[in-house]
């Protein structure tokens, strides 16, 4: 692949090719989609122009009906437009796209396709959003990759000039759109190239114009309709061959060539699977390793789903296929197979009668569920059966309707040449941030190329991140979490007991943790169950203390500059030295504007950190009495048991189809049985000082902090550090007052401390309520709370 | 078929059932599926209660988005619900269905199926819309006419209880929303007996309460969102057999039996056509005739199209078919093939294998373009062609893309034992109304089956309207427009010269003629291509001044009773005696309430009319010197000669694809080009009493009165009845001013006379501006007219 390289995500990837593309672009932000208006909104805003020298007007309306709105209307005047949406925001502009695809007006709208919302909303990844428009008129143009957000966005804003039909360009929700990668970026004078001044031209002079009035958007009788319906024909009929002539075009500008149906694997493969979207690079991987092996197998990428050329589609296929499974990454209930589906087989049908090939066909990866090199393994396996499965699902276990595939993990290996790196951290902490900075650094600084991939879960704020980080001197194609990984980072030691982090290392792999405790002394304080990982997968442990270095360093409570130094030294990036300059180089790049000090700060913070990383020797046995935490109390009630429990500990993905309510009910008041936590520092409370307010207890968000009058007999057996203080009332001279603060729902957010207004007369920085770092107290609080919950409040 | 009967139409039908089975309606009014909420809403106000004794709420929302919200709120709340729409509506319902399906929660939407807008609005009827929610999840049920949209509605409405899919009902929009039939009617305690109460119990214990609280429209993540989305799978499953049990129950309670795929034709037959919607039964016709030819046909109707049961389809055809014609009435731009087409393609190909029939697809009927049983006999003989054409369309003329089959107009002819008649009339003259009446006294008084279909155009007030009346001894499936009719009647003399009437009129039909003119002197004042048909189709003419008959009557310029009368009593509906007296009877329903007086008027235009229709002598030859007007003048510019005219003549249908734009941009300024010249009055100008205030110009909303001042020198030259005035102006006192009226633009609304303050002296009720009749003296005002238009301004 030829340069220049860029690393960014699938939405930028896009969004910049819009961008210089529009005159208009109407949005309104939906998830994964709304980074490409914010991107476009911001560029504006910063007087970025297109390619015709013009600050593209970026408008947002008040939905997305809206901007389909504003959008046709702004086509209708000769201008050229664009969108960005996704899943029920793609929804609402279906009434504009029938109408603009009808008008033949050009047009394209980038789609990080995402679920639509049916028994639960999900924000995640899958087409079914661009399925439901697949009826409109609109061509369909799907990408796999962030490289590919880029190209097939300028290929589609070339072609629909070319063709009149309005694009959707998709690309898979989150897992392309919020993936980072290294891509060859397309220049501005290649998309000049690819954009055609006289199609340009065309477009404005079909625009509205009081000077030159024609009539558009009539009503049509019985009589005309179906006539100037089929009138049509012709534009959609030139698609195919416009959008592989755009592709040729852009292939000769930038050597990389893309096919209506691109085809890889076997010339003689037997077995073919087909898909679009990102799926595509995965299972190409597992493809060409069995291909490698012998196999006859083979993959087909759909790119141009609308129009779907048989033709094409027949042509790119070996002529020794003899059984295919197709995947849709989408579910149509009650259909007689879901849309790529019965679309190949009526292709396949028609074209080749009664030798078409057997087709079979399958789900994967709904709401971005994983899909991985070992589950298309699965899919090809299923082909070498005697009778295929139909309709089958892959990535799950449906122990309901026995749809799903058994996928065997140990079927795939990823290669030994790509370096594989999986970070832990706590949302808001600083690690899914560094690690994109590392994915840039890599890119940007060396020959290798990277890609980051960051898994949040729903709860933003205080909650897991994973990041997800691979580089190699080959581009990547693994559109799936990294499995068997060859670092695995610890950014929050108080994970251990309660997240699963070393599921994921690989045999041998290097285990990075910050950890308060140096390397004498960390190995009996990690949970049992994580020292036998240690031990059996041989990790070799290294341990840093980076928030002491950090605070060292003056760089206060920032400790990215330092776990990302260790990542580099460690990782087996780059040699040692090469990494701490290119980690050097970043920090100038990023800091130079600041100062020589902050600049300095971080430079000795790096070289700290080098010399503060310590590898721990590991016994042979494990030995810990520190056992991992239950995700949800014995007593908490059997579906938080058998369903909840999981989702909170992570293994969600584990849970067969038998195990969720059919329609989206769940049980409520579940909740209360997550304790996450993740607080490092919780409140404390200083009877002495205290008002009696109550307003720590009023103003918790998350209810962490309670007040309670009770009778002072009833604290007989209390813990021995519970606390409590007379209560001024008018009433029994016996009731007592306490606050109690319940530690593992505490998210050590302060607010309660902002608001406490008792301060204590010697130090008045000393509040009733003033936040401690967890220690080994907080067992101690646990006592407390649980005594608390119990205590029968006053009778009054 | 057993009674007893109604005579109604579709959306009645549909929504009786609706009304009669919810609690809560929801609706938001669109063309054609607007009357079944308004008629909802009127029952509800009137008091109707549905089966537990309860009055449905009807709440109108604010737009079909709000509607489907609405729903979907009372819907979680335990009510049972409903609504109605289509096209663009149902669109916006869209979001709401997949949450609807995925919370699996039973309600049905009944659906006037109508074209989606694309290069033109349509309001007419096509599957387009329906299709557009194939993927949601939700059941779709098809009927055919007017008596299945009331028994699958129900069977919806029952089915959904069963199977907790919520049904989107539909129904051909206009055709079989608007077609008023006689049907069967299902009772209250058929329709209690179909509705099972320990389902709609279950129902309500499902809706959300604060006294047994769930939780319900969560976000889920890729952890578990796909297995979730699997567990809905035996729901689905098990639609198609609970569907056909509710099918089977209905049977036994009524004794109509339907099935998910009805099948019609020969037992061994080899070549099929599938279809939904109301073509089947015209379908059914053609295939019916062929197989008493001996032909080896048949016609496959599908009633469940979601779940789309291939079981069902496959058991359903005779194992002999070898070929398949499936026709879907929607078109998707793009698509490997419609939907209904790929559908049976796929589930062929995995029932049969390679022993599947060929099939091929094809387009018919979009937006109400006719589909006739020649067409279905063109469809048949495809498939008996050596190399059947695929992806054809059936009822134009595509002479760009060369899809279209031929179709043959001789090869099918009405059956003998059907009256069949149609009727021209004006927007507002009382004929769609007249005539309706006139299906419902044959329905309720007879024991004839009647139908009866009414085309306006979309000029509503003040232009033509046909109405198509059959009525048979049995059934009549026929949904399509009259061909060959045995009487035909024109209420509108004016028609004569620039419709043509008697195009439908079959062999030997009879004509009736609402004539100013008597027997004698009629067959002189029609035009010579008039007299033509007549003498070419031996027709038995007909006239009657209905406007005298009526006046002299007593009622005034009500003549529907008088020409109502004459269709009686000349179309063979009944013997003239029995005819006389169901009228009778009729009227006596209609209007006792309004007294004696209006009851003896009435029966007395009845007797008038029987007295006053006379029969024509019809000459030998053509003789008249009147010839039809051309739809536009000579001078209009090549598009409104090329394709206006004829849709303007009526003839749209004629018009090829290539005469149509290709996306919907039409030329401006045509409208000036058409002359309806419907006006049975036009003002004329009195300048004697004149105050020159030009109100009238102002006023007039065909913009039909034109004020004009200019030099007296320039009236050399002018018609002989030409009238101006002088002018009273500071300027040229050689200046004179004329008010002149267009006489073929105005539609005699009267409007300027009730603005003109002018009054004459003499008698007050005499304006400047006064209505006078068009009668020989419209060419005079047509030379005014001509002249007014080329007179130059006065410079000023």
Chains 1, 2 share one sequence.
């Not at 390619?51 to 046709?72: C, F, K, Y």
């Not at 360009?169 to 993936?179: A, I, L, P, Y």
């Not at 276990?397 to 290996?413: F, K, Q």
């Not at 790049?589 to 913070?605: I, P």
Request: proline share 6%.
């Amino acid at each position: 692949m030829n340069g220049p390289f860029v690393t960014i995500d699938g939405n930028e990837a896009a969004a910049r090719i819009a961008h210089a593309c529009s005159e208009i672009v109407a949005i309104y932000p939906i998830t994964p989609a709304s980074p490409m208006g914010e991107l476009a909104d911001g560029w504006s805003q910063a007087g970025r122009v297109n390619l015709w020298g013009d600050v593209p007007e970026v408008i947002e309306m008040q939905s997305e009906g809206g901007a389909a709105g504003a959008l046709h209307g702004a086509l209708q005047a000769g201008a050229l437009g664009s969108t960005f949406t996704a899943s029920q925001g793609l929804l609402l502009m279906i009434p504009n796209l029938y109408k603009i695809a009808g008008e033949l007006t050009p047009t394209v709208i980038h789609v990080a396709a995402r679920s639509i919302a049916t028994h639960a909303l999900s924000i995640f990844g899958d087409h079914s959003d661009v399925m439901a428009c697949r009826q409109t008129g609109a061509a369909l143009l799907a990408s796999g990759s962030v490289q590919e957000a880029q190209d097939l966005a300028l290929i589609a804003h070339a072609a629909t000039l070319r063709t009149r039909v309005p694009f959707l360009h998709f690309f898979d929700g989150f897992r392309t759109s919020h993936e980072v990668a290294k891509i060859a970026v397309v220049d501005e004078a290649t998309i000049g190239e690819m954009i055609d001044d006289d199609l340009v031209a065309a477009h404005r002079d079909r625009g509205l114009n009081p000077n030159r009035p024609v009539l558009r958007g009539t009503a049509q009788n019985p009589d005309v309709f179906f006539q100037a319906r089929e009138a049509c024909n012709p534009f959609h009929d030139a698609v195919p061959a416009a959008v592989q002539g755009e592709m040729d075009r852009f292939a000769e500008l930038t050597g990389r060539q893309y096919r209506l149906f691109d085809y890889w694997g076997a010339p003689d493969a037997e077995h073919v699977v087909i898909l679009m979207g990102s799926g595509v690079g995965t299972t190409r991987e597992a493809v060409e390793a069995e291909v490698a092996a012998g196999a006859k197998v083979g993959v087909l990428a759909v790119r141009l789903y609308r129009p779907f050329s048989a033709a094409a589609l027949v042509s790119a296929l070996p002529e020794s296929v003899r059984r295919i499974a197709v995947l849709d990454r989408t579910k149509e209930p009650g259909s007689v197979g879901e849309p790529l589906y019965t679309d190949v087989v009526a292709a396949l049908a028609e074209h080749l009668g009664a030798d078409a090939p057997e087709v079979v066909g399958g789900r994967f990866g709904l709401s971005s569920k994983e899909y991985t090199p070992a589950m298309a393994l699965a899919v090809l396996d299923n082909l070498a059966t005697p009778a295929p499965r139909n309709h089958f699902t892959v990535g799950i276990v449906d122990d309901v309707g026995l749809t799903s595939l058994e996928v065997d993990p140990d079927r795939w290996h990823e290669p030994d040449d790509v370096v594989r790196a999986v970070f832990y951290g706590l949302g808001s902490d600083g690690t899914v941030g560094a690690n994109k900075n590392s994915v840039k650094i890599i890119g940007d600084l060396t020959d290798r190329y990277a890609q980051g991939y960051f898994v949040y879960d729903s709860k933003k704020s205080g909650s897991t991140t994973v990041s997800h980080l691979r580089t190699a001197p080959a581009p990547i194609e693994s559109a799936y979490l990294v499995e068997e990984a060859s670092f695995v980072a610890c950014h929050q030691f108080g994970f251990l007991d309660r997240v699963d982090v070393l599921a994921v290392a690989g045999h041998r792999a290097t285990f990075l943790l910050n950890s308060p405790y140096g390397p004498e002394e960390v190995w009996d304080r990690l949970p049992r169950q994580v020292q036998q990982q240690i031990i059996d997968k041989g990790l070799d442990l290294r341990v840093i203390d980076a928030a002491a270095v950090a605070r060292d360093a003056g760089l206060g409570g920032r400790v990215n500059t330092v776990l990302q130094t260790c990542f580099f030294l460690l990782a087996g990036v780059l040699e040692p030295e090469a990494a701490i300059a290119a980690i050097k180089r970043a920090i100038e790049a990023s800091y130079a504007k600041r100062g020589q000090v902050v600049l300095q700060r971080n430079f000795a913070a790096v070289d700290a950190a080098v010399a503060n990383v310590h590898r721990v020797e590991v016994p042979n046995e494990a030995s810990s009495a520190i056992e991992l935490r239950e995700p949800v109390p014995a007593e908490a009630p059997d579906f938080v048991q058998r369903v909840t429990s999981l989702m909170l500990a992570g293994h969600g993905d584990r849970l067969p189809v038998s195990a969720l309510p059919v329609d989206g009910t769940f049980p409520t008041g579940t909740a209360r049985w997550e304790k996450r936590a993740i607080a490092t520092e919780i409140p404390v409370w200083d009877p002495d000082i205290c008002i009696d307010c109550g307003r720590c207890a009023l103003i918790c968000p998350h209810a962490a902090i309670r007040m309670k009058v009770f009778d002072a007999a009833s604290a007989v057996g209390a813990p021995a550090g519970f606390k409590y203080k007379d209560w001024k009332s008018d009433g029994d001279a016996s009731e007592v007052m306490t606050i109690q603060v319940a530690p593992d729902d505490c998210t050590g957010c302060g607010v309660c401390v902002s608001i406490c207004p008792a301060k204590s007369k010697e130090d008045v920085s000393h509040k009733s309520i003033d936040m401690m770092p967890v220690g080994d107290h907080v067992d101690e609080e646990r006592r407390n709370w649980d005594f608390f919950s119990a205590l029968p409040e006053a009778d009054r």
